[in-house]
């Protein structure tokens, strides 16, 4: 069985297809700019690991601050959110006095009178601006000025600019009003002052 065994191998050994001994290998050379970084480096190695732990904690401290900026900063939004829209709830008039408003408007434009229609609702914006900001409000003012003045939130400025358009046309256009144009002063009021309920 021994000899067996060892006339295998030997038999196997005295194959040419099958590479037994590996030819010698040599090791990598290593880059001048490795050798010149691992000279550089070498002063520092025994404080390896205090450098290693403190960029650990200087990279957490970066996350934990950018997680803590970005919740202060929604909350913030948050706050300026609700904040703007308390003011516009201010601005809102009541719905049983908005209806009663577009009920009149909508007579005058259902008996054609769309110019009329769109006026009554812009005068009425205009006293609720005059109301709430007393001072904004001069004798010289085109309504296109009056809607980009600063200290209008928002809905409330893009509610007025929407109604003036059409009276603009108008007014300054020579230009009858169409129900669409009656529609689109319509759709803006009915936005801001009735907001979710208006149809």
């Known amino acids: 069985m021994t000899e067996s065994v060892a006339a295998a191998h030997a038999h196997l050994r005295a194959r040419t297809d099958i590479q037994f001994d590996l030819p010698p290998t040599k090791p990598p050379e290593i880059p001048p700019w490795l050798r010149w970084l691992g000279k550089a480096l070498e002063p520092i190695a025994p404080y390896a690991g205090w450098i290693f732990w403190t960029m650990v904690i200087l990279g957490a401290a970066i996350i934990l601050w950018l997680i803590v900026s970005s919740l202060i900063r929604n909350r913030r939004q948050g706050d300026a959110e609700a904040t ?14 908005a209806r ?6 909508d007579a005058m434009a259902a008996a054609g009178r769309y110019e009329e229609a769109a006026r009554l609702l ?14 904004l409000l001069r004798p010289a003012l085109t309504s296109r000025e009056i ?32 129900r669409s144009d009656w529609e689109e002063a319509r759709s803006a009021y009915g936005a801001f002052a009735l907001p979710g309920s208006w149809k």
Not at 84 to 97: G, I, S
Not at 122 to 135: C, K, V, Y
Not at 147 to 171: C, D, H, K, T, Y
């Open 122 to 135: 812009l005068h009425r914006s205009l006293e609720d601006i005059a109301r709430n900001r007393p001072r």
């Open 147 to 178: 809607g980009l003045a600063a200290g209008l939130p928002q809905i409330v400025r893009n509610a007025f600019i929407a109604m003036a358009a059409p009276v603009e046309r108008s007014l300054f256009g020579g230009k009858d009003l169409r």
């Open 84 to 97: 703007a829209e308390q003011e516009v709830v201010a601005w809102r008039p009541e719905e049983k006095v």
């Open 100 to 105: 009663a408003l577009l009920a009149e408007a």
